[in-house]
Each structure stands twice: as structure tokens, then as C-alpha cells.
């Protein structure tokens, strides 16, 4: 499965839009990109996906490279509650739905 | 709907007891998984099952023991406790259904954090 580079932290100011980026320079044509977030030890939660187009839902963006090798992801409008570690996972649509997490990039959004 | 649940939530085991942590799912999920999160670690499979019946090992399986009778329930075993299984411990869950609407994601649930001593 092809791996991904997240930075380990980033800060945000409140009311910012926030911009993570994942470097998955080896991804091939099968596997698509997940966003998923942990906050505070809770189970991970899912965001956001996608392929090959930029894909968008009530919770954020999700920004896809025409090559593929890299994503940034967008939460428009940063709030507290947004506080929380965010992992990029590239999936192959034959992988029986495993995830394989990595450390993620823990985002501290401040007032 | 509860969606996943986990129990127990905390348990402190003794070196070489053995325990159970149940995971059931009301959402007649046809895949289900259990992973491990170490401090400060992303979350590592153990076992993964795609229907009642069949399960599969992932990436640290050593030291555990999954079953799958029904489509609810895929309880993970510890045999032999050790101070390395000290972690939290999630479920999750994804329907096996293909479609549009599908989105691929997995329902985790709170977690069970596990101190062996």
C-alpha cells in the first residue's frame, strides 16, 4: 500500500481556514485518499474521500493534485472543537477495507 | 442506533490472565476490525473480518484471537496477558455493500484502554 508524509503539527487560528497537506508520492490508480480524525483519544472519525476529483461535504474539502501524489485537506472555518490529531490513509479499493494509520498531524486550533 | 459498541471500557490485567473485549455493532455491518493505539501512535490492525465466519490476521495478530459467529459481535481475545498489550483497544465496523451512497468509511467505537501490569 503506498504510504503518506503528513507534518507531525500545525496550528490554526479560530475562525481561519485550516490546510493540512499528505505527500502519498507512490499512490497508484486503485487506491483512494481518506481523511479521518482523532480527538482526545475518542475512536477516529471519518471526513472526507476521494479519488481523483476534489471532493467536498458539510465538514470539509479535500484537494487532490492532478498527478495524485499529494492532497491537502480544508476545514474552512477553524473552531475549537476542530483541536484534534489528522490522519491521511491511501486505501486500495481491493483492500477489504483496511486502514493502515500513521501518526497523523495533530492540529491545535487557538482562540 | 448505538452504533459500536465497546466493553469494557478500562480493565487492569495481571501478567499472563487472559480477558475478552467484546465489540457489537447494530448496524448490520458486514465488516468489522479491531485495532490497537499505542501513546502517541497512529492505530494498527489486529484482526479484521469481512462476514460472520470468516476473519483474517492484520498487522500485529500475535498474542490475540478473534471469532465472528454472528454479524454483530466480533469479540477479541488475550490469552496470556503481556505489558506490551498495555493500549487502547477500537472496534469499527463499515457495511460490505457496494453504491454510490457507500462512502468506504469505518464506524469506530470509544475505545478500551487495557493496563497489563
Known amino acids: 500500500d503506498a504510504k503518506t508524509t503528513q507534518p507531525p503539527s500545525m496550528d490554526c487560528a479560530e475562525g481561519r481556514a485550516a490546510n493540512l497537506p499528505c505527500n502519498h508520492s507512490t499512490i497508484s490508480g486503485n487506491e483512494y485518499v481518506y481523511w479521518y480524525r482523532q480527538i482526545h483519544s475518542q475512536g477516529p472519525q471519518y471526513i472526507i474521500h476521494?479519488?481523483?476529483n476534489n471532493e467536498t461535504n458539510e465538514m470539509a474539502s479535500l484537494i487532490i493534485t492532478e498527478d495524485r501524489k499529494s492532497s491537502t485537506l480544508i476545514l474552512p472555518h477553524a473552531t475549537l472543537r476542530d483541536t484534534a490529531v489528522y490522519y491521511c490513509i491511501v486505501r486500495p479499493t481491493d483492500s477489504w477495507g483496511k486502514l493502515q494509520f500513521g501518526a497523523g498531524t495533530q492540529v491545535v486550533v487557538t482562540p | 442506533n448505538a452504533g459500536v459498541t465497546q466493553t469494557p471500557k478500562f480493565r487492569i490485567l495481571k501478567i499472563g490472565q487472559s480477558m475478552t473485549l467484546q465489540c457489537t455493532q447494530d448496524m448490520n455491518h458486514n465488516y468489522m476490525y479491531w485495532y490497537r493505539q499505542d501513546p502517541g501512535m497512529g492505530l494498527k490492525l489486529i484482526y479484521y473480518?469481512?462476514?460472520?465466519?470468516?476473519?483474517d490476521k492484520g498487522e500485529v495478530p500475535n498474542g490475540y484471537n478473534v471469532s465472528r459467529s454472528t454479524t454483530e459481535d466480533f469479540p477479541l481475545r488475550l490469552e496470556l496477558a503481556a505489558p506490551s498489550q498495555t493500549s487502547v483497544y477500537f472496534c469499527?465496523?463499515?457495511?460490505?455493500?457496494?453504491?454510490?451512497?457507500?462512502?468506504?468509511?469505518?464506524?469506530f467505537g470509544e475505545g478500551s484502554r487495557l493496563t497489563v501490569l
Open positions: 476521494g479519488l481523483k
Open positions: 469499527a465496523s463499515r457495511t460490505g455493500t457496494s453504491g454510490r451512497k457507500n462512502t468506504g468509511e469505518l464506524f
Open positions: 473480518s469481512v462476514g460472520a465466519g470468516i476473519t
